[in-house]
């Protein structure tokens, strides 16, 4: 029994998925048809940047989508595993659409703009530089709730 997890917004660099675009056509035929579906070249921004532009909201969802599906494409097709026989696929946060469309339960061009129309969304409703987040673990109660309201102004 194995699991199939996806990656969520954060894990985006420059040139990756580089080699794997070179060297198998499966990859560069869903990069192709990303281009084709978003209607501008996501390939041409994961592959070379600029790096600003790659981890603006409305280009990293779709760009780790992308990336993420051809991973698990060409693991199917060129290592011969059977992936569809996970017993669950998940993803963090972002991934949790690329789990979606790997499972079948989604298609891969509608899930690109999808992400594309969720990322400038989200893109929107936070202009860069206002708000913030924060994760908190293993604190109790009474001493968030201090913090909270310690830092009520800052955010």
Known sequence: MFSVIF???GSQSVGMTNV?????NIVKELFDEADEVLDFSITKLILEGPKQELDQTKNTQPAIF???FAIFQLIKKEFSIDLNKAKFFAG???GEYTA???AGALNFAGTLK???IRGKAMQEAVPKGEGGM???LGSDINTVEKIIEENKKKY
């Open 7 to 9: 990656p969520g917004q």
């Open 20 to 24: 794997l675009y070179k060297k198998f």
């Open 66 to 68: 992308l990336t993420s």
């Open 92 to 94: 963090h946060s972002l």
């Open 100 to 102: 979606l469309a790997c």
């Open 114 to 116: 999808l992400l594309r």
């Open 134 to 136: 924060v994760v908190i």
